[in-house]
């Protein structure tokens, strides 16, 4: 079974940084796609940054030049650099992964539980 978790979410100042990771376990033969989503209280949830293997990440306009994705290919795992964080950045983040569990196999999606991140003062 694969299973994503996501973890190094908390509290911070606006203007701060963090950096979440998201790390994925289980029957992996290759990860595809991952991705970063949000959702803050009553709002649906927002792409935060889409994160190819093997070209450049995309990101939403509200966090393009402030966030960073990468990945680590070999270890399944990724993470999200967080800086100058707004009180609008506030939300439980995703982790999401389009992964194939064996060769030759179609590829399945994949969430995690989502850590909160809190920027306030």
């Known amino acids: 079974q694969v299973q994503l978790a996501e973890s190094g979410g908390g509290s911070v100042q606006p203007g701060g940084s963090l950096t979440i990771s998201c790390a994925a376990s289980?029957?992996?033969?290759?990860?595809?796609?991952m991705a970063w989503y949000r959702q803050a209280p009553g709002k649906e949830r927002e792409l935060v940054a889409h994160v190819p293997s093997r070209m450049d990440p995309f990101y939403a306009a509200s966090v393009k030049g402030r966030f960073f994705a990468a990945r680590d290919i070999a270890k399944n795992t990724g993470s999200l650099q967080m800086n100058n964080l707004e009180p609008e950045d506030t939300g439980v983040y995703f982790c999401?992964?389009?992964?194939?569990?064996?060769?030759?196999?179609?590829?399945?999606?994949?969430w995690g539980q989502g850590t909160q991140v809190t920027v306030s003062s």
């Open positions: 999401n992964a389009l992964v194939v569990v064996s060769d030759g196999a179609v590829p399945h999606n994949y």
């Open positions: 289980g029957s992996i033969s290759a990860m595809d796609v």
